[in-house]
């Protein structure tokens, strides 16, 4: 419950500037406003918000096609429009255009479940944010597919049944691309498609619905749709169908336990509550989302990097930081954080899934995009394809980078930089715009009375503390824009072409800049980084190193070993008979030097064991490497021979801190946790 207590008192400064070079005489009203949460008693009136009797949203996602993603974020697309996603179509068995189910009007055919709509929903949207006609052309293969193969009955895609019961998880990620691309294109097929849809739903009986393991966990995933196109119709039945499947869906809303402790289910499926919170109204569905929250994480989660352990399973004994997650795991985190910031208002969401975003799941690929890894570890000096069960829970070569491997992340990975960027700008209430997850590029939408503006956001963040807004727009107009202030940021300040806004600011607010914008007029953010120690005492003591929103991790030399992509492949995963793997090939990682140390650090003034060493923006516009690292930091450690590969083949568990130790004091460097392949992230402390 923690988390809840950011909800806070309002903090009012108005502030009223006079500028130089004004057209008029007359002074220029600006009105700053710090605030804990905003306030969500008005409604968005040039975007699709919650309809009543649903909670009023506090964010409101823009239409797909809102935000242009520029800088790094941009690069990450492209290289993936290059790499595995917009190439697994000549990979991947599952999305093979022969004997596919999803091209069969009776959902007939060898290849057809969950794979598909994985893909395409990251797949499409980067297409569109990208505005390639190639990858746009290509979904809309799909799509009109899909539209054009409903059944007489409403139903559609494979037909998927499990011990007599019609599977219908298997739509639901298709449901998601759907509702992408009619904010893309607004298709007029799609609002009645998805109608007749639901009123099938809603005919299936409580016995049948939502009966196999994976529709079970992830009901809440389906609510949502109900929830986008009730808010587009206002069909009541809808609200009858959204209650039933909350009914049928897992008890995500046990005091101290989970359903089930899959990793993936865990991500997705602890915002089901929180979501049928907007049509209960109940504090309790709301409260049992935060407490899914802490309670994984208070277990699993002593770890940096925003996630917990759990490869595949979370076990009672494997909470060391040695244990992973899938890189479906950390999508489905990052995209529940998106969407709870809009359910709850509370800034805590956009911290959780920077920390993802820039801490684990940039980590989780080869540096060029074509092959990634099923498991991702804070503590991780060894990425190759032997079996390292029961040390992991999997059994097979899960840590391999392999573009063949598997059925779900090789497909699920997509989404994840493609909404992080989407979800980078929102709406608000009062019809402004707010910046949420710092990021290069632009959004363009309606404003105030309905003047449509762009914003051009130029930034090197996370690697560097500034973040620059250009305003551009046809003819003065006033709305609030709103700048969300990180927790770890002490001193952060504002100007407004060029003069400061004196505001009183602590971290984890919202700053409310209003007044009348003209074209050209520049806003200057600055977020101060500090350096932090942060100890995980429930985890032997150990400690990582944040600079700003970033965690650092020991640099381990990376040795790259090319293997055969098919033979090193997961067991379950199938590819098309002309994959070429060596056009595609996998990579063991090996460490070419020692991992095992424990840090120095100054109990009293931790932040002065480390030293701050900025270097050039790499040429190919990629941070998350070690050799184009904007930051690296400098530290002092010590060897510690007896943490050593254990019979597993992984890194023993971390001893206890503080660690006596004779051996040599040695300089260390620390590189980004996102940009480490190999990487020690929670560190023993020398004593």
């Known amino acids: 419950m923690k988390y809840l207590n950011s909800i ?21 009203v600006i009105k700053a406003t710090v605030l804990k949460k905003i306030d969500n008693g008005q409604i968005n009136a040039h975007y699709v918000s919650n309809r009543a009797p649903l909670q009023k949203a506090y964010f409101v996602k823009l239409p797909v096609g809102s935000i242009k993603a520029g800088g790094w974020l941009k690069k990450a697309l492209e290289l993936q429009r290059d790499g595995l996603t917009g190439n697994l179509g000549e990979i991947s068995i599952w999305l093979s255009k022969t004997n596919n189910a999803w091209l069969n009007k009776e959902g007939k055919g060898e290849y057809g479940w969950e794979e598909l709509p994985y893909w395409l929903k990251g797949y499409a949207n980067i297409g569109y944010m990208l505005g390639d006609k190639k990858m ?38 298709m449901l998601w691309c759907l509702q992408s691309y009619y904010e893309y294109s607004k298709d007029p097929r799609v609002i009645p498609f998805m109608t007749k849809y639901f009123r099938y739903q809603l005919s299936v009986p409580d016995n049948k619905l ?4 994976w529709e079970n966990s992830r009901g809440g995933d389906n609510i949502a749709s109900v929830y986008w196109l009730y808010n587009r119709t206002g069909d009541k039945f809808l609200l009858e169908l959204a209650t039933r499947l909350d009914q049928n869906t897992a008890d995500w809303r046990q005091a101290n336990n989970l359903p089930n402790w899959h990793n993936v289910n865990v991500a997705q499926c602890f915002r089901e509550p929180a979501t049928f919170y907007l049509q209960s109204h109940n504090p309790q569905d709301l409260a049992a989302t935060y407490n899914d929250f802490e309670l994984i994480r208070t277990v699993y989660g002593q770890v940096p990097g925003g ?21 479906c795991g950390m999508v489905e985190q990052m995209t529940s954080d998106q969407m709870l910031l809009g359910i709850t208002g509370d800034r805590f969401w956009a911290e959780n899934c920077e920390d993802v ?5 940039s980590a989780a690929f080869m540096p060029d995009y074509k092959s990634l890894r099923y498991l991702t570890a804070p503590n991780m000096v060894i990425s190759d394809g032997k079996n390292h069960n029961p040390g992991i829970d999997n059994s097979g070569p899960f840590l391999m980078m392999n573009p063949f491997s598997s059925r779900c992340c090789q497909h699920n990975h997509a989404a994840g930089w493609v909404y992080y960027a989407e979800n980078s700008w929102m709406g608000t209430p009062d019809n402004g715009l707010v910046a949420q997850l710092y990021t290069e590029g632009q959004v363009n939408a309606k404003v105030g009375s309905g003047t449509r503006v762009s914003i051009t956001e130029t930034t090197k963040y996370p690697f560097k503390d500034q973040v620059n807004f250009t305003v551009n727009t046809a003819k003065s107009v006033s709305f609030p824009l709103y700048l969300r202030i990180p927790t770890w940021c002490k001193d952060a300040s504002v100007k407004i072409n060029g003069v400061p806004v004196k505001v009183s600011s602590s971290t984890g607010e919202y700053i409310r800049l209003a007044k009348t914008w003209k074209n050209g007029d520049k806003v200057t953010l600055h977020l101060p980084m500090q350096l932090k120690v942060r100890q995980w005492a429930k985890n032997k003591n150990s400690v990582s190193v944040n600079y700003g929103p970033l965690t650092y991790s020991l640099k381990i030399e990376e040795k790259y070993i090319k293997e055969d992509s098919k033979k090193t492949a997961i067991g ?10 060596e056009k595609w090939p996998s990579y063991e990682i090996h460490p070419a030097s020692a991992w ?12 002065n064991s480390f030293k ?36 597993y083949g992984l890194c023993s568990v971390l001893p206890q801190s503080p660690v006596k130790n004779s051996e040599p004091v040695t300089q260390l460097t620390l590189v980004p946790m996102g940009g480490a392949r190999l990487r020690i992230s929670s560190f023993p402390v020398i004593q």
């Not at 400064?13 to 070079?21: M, P, V």
């Not at 037909?159 to 990620?173: C, F, H, Q, S, Y």
């Not at 095992?596 to 932040?607: A, F, M, Q, R």
């Open 307 to 327: 996630m917990f352990g759990a490869d595949e399973n979370a076990r009672k004994g494997y909470d060391d930081p040695r244990q992973a997650v899938e890189t």
């Open 596 to 607: 095992n140390y424990g840090l120095i650090v100054d109990e009293k003034h931790p932040e």
């Open 357 to 361: 975003a820039f801490n684990t799941f």
């Open 612 to 647: 701050i060493i900025h270097r050039e923006w790499p040429k190919d516009d990629n941070p998350f490497t070690n050799n184009g690292a904007p930051i690296q930091l400098v530290a002092k450690g010590k060897m510690i021979p007896e943490w050593t590969v254990d019979q």
């Open 136 to 173: 746009i052309g290509e979904a809309k293969f799909w799509i009109d597919a899909v539209l054009n193969n409903q059944r007489d009955n409403g139903d559609f895609g494979p037909a998927v049944e499990r011990k007599g019961n019609r599977d219908l998880w298997t739509n639901m990620p």
């Open 210 to 213: 939502l009966e196999d393991y």
């Open 572 to 581: 379950d995963s199938r590819w098309q008979v002309g994959a070429d793997p």
């Open 8 to 28: 806070g008192k309002l903090v009012c400064l108005s502030i009223i500037l006079n500028w130089a070079g004004m057209e008029t005489s007359s002074a220029q």
